[in-house]
């Protein structure tokens, strides 16, 4: 469910106008930009930024565009940005938690609380809902006409894989770290097979169901916190329809 549902997530993404890309190219871009503030420009020692270039790439960010923002990451000083996260709860019940890189944290906490009011949400404190999601590493494996299920678990076991679920993608989840990830990423593709997406993400322990106007103003308030440059990702336990 929890894999299932965000792959469905990403397709969408994937499928965005020019301009929507764009913006999820800026997004990405932060993350870069964070990778290389922590731990600097190396992929090989980095393993924060292999994931995100990783994640650019999954997204069709051009190679040019990936080394740009990392070559300028590297000769500016991006100590005045911080990793800022936010908790609450959008109509219906619905858990919600934003994470942020910023550069001015009035600003982002004044946009942030400003979405959640608008459609019917609440900003609560630091830890308010986390403790509702599980950390985990997520890998999600295509399966086309060379896949095997039965050596794609056999793989994912011996890799020390916490659990799989095998959908109409394969997911594989590991320890919530961006080693863990990449290690597993490398010997799914060593093995043949195709990534669709990797990363280390919260994944909801149960889900909330919505409906018409709620749906709709739920949906409205995603849409509002993303148009937030300073927004890297907005998590949720909203039980998402196939295809959405």
């Known amino acids: 469910m929890s894999g299932h549902s965000k792959w469905n997530n990403i397709k969408a993404r994937k499928g965005k106008s020019d301009a929507e890309r764009s913006k999820i190219f800026t997004k990405i871009g932060r993350e870069i930009m964070v990778a290389v503030k922590e731990g600097g420009v190396n992929i090989d020692s980095n393993s924060k930024l292999k994931m995100a270039i990783a994640k650019a790439r999954q997204f069709n960010m051009p190679n040019d565009r990936i080394n740009g923002i990392i070559k300028k990451n590297s000769e500016v000083d991006n100590s005045n940005f911080i990793e800022q996260t936010y908790e609450g709860y959008g109509v219906g019940g619905v858990a919600v938690v934003v994470k942020c890189f910023t550069d001015n944290k009035n600003r982002t906490s004044s946009d942030i609380r400003y979405a959640f009011d608008k459609y019917g949400g609440s900003l609560g404190a630091t830890g308010c809902v986390s403790y509702m999601f ?58 043949g097979y195709t990534i669709l997406s990797s990363g ?23 849409d509002k916190l993303n148009e937030s440059d300073d927004v890297i990702d907005v998590i949720h336990n909203l039980e998402e329809e196939d295809g959405e």
């Not at 590493?137 to 050596?151: A, H, I, M, T, Y």
């Not at 011996?158 to 770290?177: G, K, W």
């Not at 149960?206 to 103003?217: A, R, W």
């Open 200 to 222: 280390v993400e919260m994944i909801p322990q149960n889900y909330i169901k919505l409906e018409g106007h709620q749906l709709e103003s739920f949906n409205k308030m995603l």
């Open 134 to 191: 599980d950390n985990k590493g997520v890998v999600v494996v295509e399966k086309n006409e060379k896949f095997d299920s039965d050596s794609a678990m056999e793989l994912a076991i011996n890799m020390n894989a916490i659990d799989c679920e095998d959908e109409d993608v394969f997911t594989v989840y590991t320890e919530a770290n961006a080693g863990s990830v990449n290690e597993l990423v490398t010997a799914f593709e060593e093995a």
